[in-house]
């Protein structure tokens, strides 16, 4: 009888040491995936995404594009063109945000094209965008509609040629007023 208890004992000492290590292996485990999943950046190391993952977030994928254009635009040549404007501007927005991040930028503005001087009036001649910004509201960053030729690129602290004082992108209640990526121009 005495065995008997001593074992079932054991028994159960070994089945919660096992419930013990599944669960320090299992939580060690997510730990090491929210650490990949951060993204380290700039001069101070502040956790950022990176512009890749966060303009997947906001910004309608080429599949998503495609099938609109399909049924909105009968010419391919057109819908082509536009699908590779959109995806280098993309591009262009990624690895301007990615460099600013290697050199410790901090704000950026965005440069308009002649398509866009009319399309964005969220955005003032004098206005910058803060990293934080763009990590909190990707939207913010170019492209802004199908055929966009606007582009992001660094605010630097000395650049104030014209003599106007730096003003923020700042929400109306609560959105920014960025055009719907649907149009084109």
């Not at 003599?163 to 007023?177: A, C, L």
Request: proline share 5%; glycine share 4%; hydrophobic share 35%.
């Amino acid at each position: 009888m005495v065995i008997a208890i001593v074992a079932a004992i054991m028994l159960v000492v070994i089945i919660l040491a096992c419930i013990g290590a599944y669960i320090v292996v299992h939580n060690s485990n997510k730990e090491k995936e929210s650490i990949s999943k951060i993204a380290v950046s700039g001069k101070y190391a502040v956790a950022r995404s990176s512009a890749e993952d966060l303009l997947a977030e906001k910004k309608p994928s080429k599949k998503e594009i495609e099938e609109w254009l399909t049924s909105n635009c009968p010419n391919e040549k057109q819908r082509n063109e536009l699908i590779k404007n959109w995806q280098d501007s993309i591009n262009k927005t990624i690895k301007t945000i990615n460099e600013g991040d290697s050199n410790g930028v901090t704000a950026y503005r965005i440069e308009f094209g002649p398509k866009d001087k009319n399309v964005c009036p969220f955005l003032h001649q004098d206005h910058y965008i803060t990293r934080e910004q763009i990590n909190r509201n990707a939207e913010l960053l170019p492209p802004y509609y199908l055929g966009s030729d606007s582009v992001v690129v660094p605010k630097l602290p000395w650049d104030n040629s014209d003599g106007t004082s730096w003003k923020s992108v700042v929400p109306k209640d609560g959105q920014y007023e960025v055009p719907d990526w649907r149009q084109m121009a």
